[in-house]
């Protein structure tokens, strides 16, 4: 009986550990809850760890938007539900789930504040974010070419230059890792716009002073992860996630 007690504990124990999406070494994270998968809305804070192992919520909440249809499963540091639907180019949804944070890519002339960490690149007209499927070793990848942008395709995967929705881009880790061809491509925070009231194509923006508010709070050594996930799903897996 013993053992056997002794055996179910253990199988306990890497049954959370392979479940817990949350590292154990993060302390930070933006956190965004919708309503419900089909919602373009979300409410979003940055919430922190203190001393005591609590998390706190330090900025926020603020309105933002997601994907026009929506939320639907992609792909990050958790683990998806068996025979879910997973996010794919051009689906206009928002990735579900637990993702690391990437570097910053800007072309807004207001310097941005930020830990000098977190990478910073001055996105340029030779700068592409790689979303065709045709190319696999570069989708979902940084590409600066050695030269503007000029032919039809390059013009097409160019990062945007003249939109100052897009003049701040915080990178959100969905599909990055080892990218899936066709799992969906450029996810990042923005700036939200007409105030609001437009849905992205897949990002999650929100207004452009609450944006910088929490990239200059972001630091390195919290390990900081973008948590998105609908308010069942949140109550749902709050406690096997580890979630804030």
């Not at 491509?185 to 923005?190: D, Y």
Request: hydrophobic share 40%; charged share 20%.
């Amino acid at each position: 009986m013993k053992f056997l007690l002794h055996l179910l504990t253990l199988m306990t124990i890497v049954l959370c550990t392979a479940t817990a999406a949350v590292p154990s070494n993060c302390t930070q994270a933006i956190l965004g809850i919708a309503e419900g998968w089909n919602s373009s809305d979300v409410t979003l804070s940055l919430v922190e760890k203190n001393t005591a192992g609590q998390w706190v919520r330090v900025l926020g909440p603020y309105r933002g938007k997601l994907g026009r249809e929506g939320l639907v499963w992609g792909l990050g540091l958790h683990r998806n539900p068996g025979h879910a639907t997973i996010k794919r180019e051009g689906d206009w949804r928002s990735p579900a789930g637990i993702f690391t944070l990437g570097g910053l890519w800007v072309t807004n002339k207001k310097a941005v504040r930020r830990d000098p960490r977190i990478p910073y690149v001055q996105v340029g007209p030779a700068d592409l974010w790689v979303s065709d499927p045709a190319y696999p070793k570069l989708y979902n990848r940084h590409v600066r070419l050695d030269h503007p942008a000029r032919t039809k395709w390059e013009l097409r995967e160019r990062m945007r230059q003249n939109d100052y929705a897009h003049s701040i881009k915080l990178l959100i880790g969905h599909n990055t890792a080892k990218p899936v061809v066709g799992a969906g491509s450029s996810i990042f925070f923005h700036i939200w716009r007409n105030n609001g009231a437009s849905p992205t194509a897949g990002c999650t923006a929100m207004d452009e002073q609450n944006l910088r508010r929490i990239i200059a709070r972001l630091n390195p050594d919290r390990h900081p992860i973008y948590i998105l996930l609908p308010h069942s799903e949140y109550a749902k897996r709050r406690k096997l996630w580890r979630l804030p």
